[in-house]
């Protein structure tokens, strides 16, 4: 979203090739051949972002039962990590232990049940020590010593591992899911995208939690249509994107989009991803709350964590080439940070969620419109309405 030129930055992307996925919606631009899905107007249901009921349903069979992105991995970067993590509404630990392996654990000491790891920041550490009765973990789960052992007489330590929930980490991203058996393929198709990002390798810049007392949808839908862009964002990104073509498609339950302009693609080598950032936006939308949106000099993942049908916890992570060497790079990136996080995320998608929730609660209106270029609305909630009656 931010069009600043990366020539004084110490390290531009390096030069990756696009998926065919990304080729071909850059090329349906380029070649005018990017079409409105539907020609139609839809509407969704306002009891969708009001009924505390309908955002039970959701939350138990979206958020507590499908695979969904937890943190980039760049917010572990080293083997030795741990971090807690308690937004999705159960207590959670991530782990990257000694051979580098991410792992998601319950925050929970296998003796007496007492929270495993305090605070909230990432911290270093080869063992996890309960603050109780100092049994001891390492940070793959393993039970790893703990005093007095012959008080607890033919204790099998092999037994008494922490409780692991199942994960992944792919395309620099570590998902996890609530549910055995759960399926992560759609994850890992997607993940080539991010991949050809090269989001593995990134520096996590800046992370901030928002309380949004908004609908999580509400959330969704303003990075699922261009119809606001030049208007709300008039004052911020809006310029960039004036006059832009829309192209979009589905891998799986997830959404991705790219919008770019023409006048801008003449005798780009859309093969070449660091080319082709710098005139074309992505941004995914990855089932159920997960944002991911790359500027042609860096990356933001923001992950919804509903916690009411009028709350939503927004955690966003920017993600940068390295870490700042100068005062210089240092100031870019602080000035990139304040105009998405601070300015167009905060300050207009997240407040205009905020003020749509006050609207819809009042009744005013008993279902959204949508015009042509709001379909990914409709589309949204297609896919939605599909999972809660699975």
């Known amino acids: 979203m931010n069009r600043a030129t990366t020539q004084d930055l110490p390290r ?19 070649d005018g051949e990017a079409q409105r899905p539907v020609d139609t107007i839809g509407t969704v249901p306002a009891g969708r972002y009001t009924s505390p009921d309908h955002f039970a349903k959701e939350k138990a069979a979206l958020f507590d039962k499908l ?25 959670l630990l991530i782990t990257r232990d000694s051979e580098g392996v991410a792992h998601v654990f319950l925050n929970v000491c296998q003796h007496r049940g007492t929270r495993l790891v305090e ?52 395309g620099g991203m570590i998902w996890f899911a609530s549910v055995e058996g759960a399926d992560f393929s759609h994850a890992k198709a997607i993940s080539t995208d ?9 520096h996590l810049f800046r992370r901030k939690t928002h309380q949004v007392k908004g609908n999580w949808k509400l959330i969704m839908d303003a990075f699922l249509e261009s119809y606001h862009v030049t208007r709300l964002h008039a004052n911020t990104i809006g310029p960039f994107f004036k006059d832009g073509i829309t192209s979009g498609d589905m891998v799986g339950p997830h ?38 949106v790359p500027s042609p000099d860096y990356v933001n993942i923001m992950v919804l964590m509903p916690q009411a049908h ?5 955690e966003d992570f920017m993600l940068i080439p390295e870490e700042p060497k100068t005062e210089k790079a240092l100031d870019h990136w602080e000035r990139s940070w304040k105009l998405l996080d601070g300015g167009v995320f905060a300050n207009e998608d997240f407040r205009a969620a905020e003020l ?34 699975a």
Not at 18 to 28: C, F, R
Not at 194 to 202: E, P, T
Not at 310 to 314: C, G, K, M, R
Not at 360 to 386: H, K, N, P, W, Y
């Open 194 to 202: 991010f991949d050809a990002f090269g989001m593995g390798d990134l």
């Open 119 to 170: 605070g909230k920041d990432v911290q270093c550490a080869k063992r996890m020590v309960c603050p109780y009765h100092a049994w001891t973990y390492k940070l793959d789960g393993k039970l790893l010593a703990l005093p007095r052992p012959e008080t607890f007489p033919g204790l099998d330590k092999s037994e008494h591992s922490l409780v692991e929930l199942p994960s992944l980490e792919t």
């Open 255 to 292: 959404l991705r989009s790219a919008v770019g302009r023409l006048e801008e693609m003449e005798n780009v080598d859309l093969n070449d991803m660091a080319a082709m950032r710098r005139v074309i936006t992505f941004a995914y939308q990855l089932f159920p709350g997960t944002i991911v």
């Open 67 to 91: 695979p969904q992105v937890l943190a980039p991995s760049a917010l572990l970067p080293e083997p030795g990590m741990v971090v807690p993590h308690d937004d999705t509404g159960r207590p």
């Open 356 to 389: 749509g929730q006050q609207g819809l609660e009042s009744g005013a209106i008993t279902e959204l419109t949508m015009g042509t270029l709001e379909s990914g609305i409709a589309r949204f909630d297609a896919i939605v309405q599909e999972h809660l009656s």
């Open 310 to 314: 009028n709350h939503t916890i927004v």
């Open 12 to 30: 531009e992307f390096p030069s990756l090739e696009p998926t065919a996925g990304q080729l071909a919606l850059a090329e349906s631009i380029r």
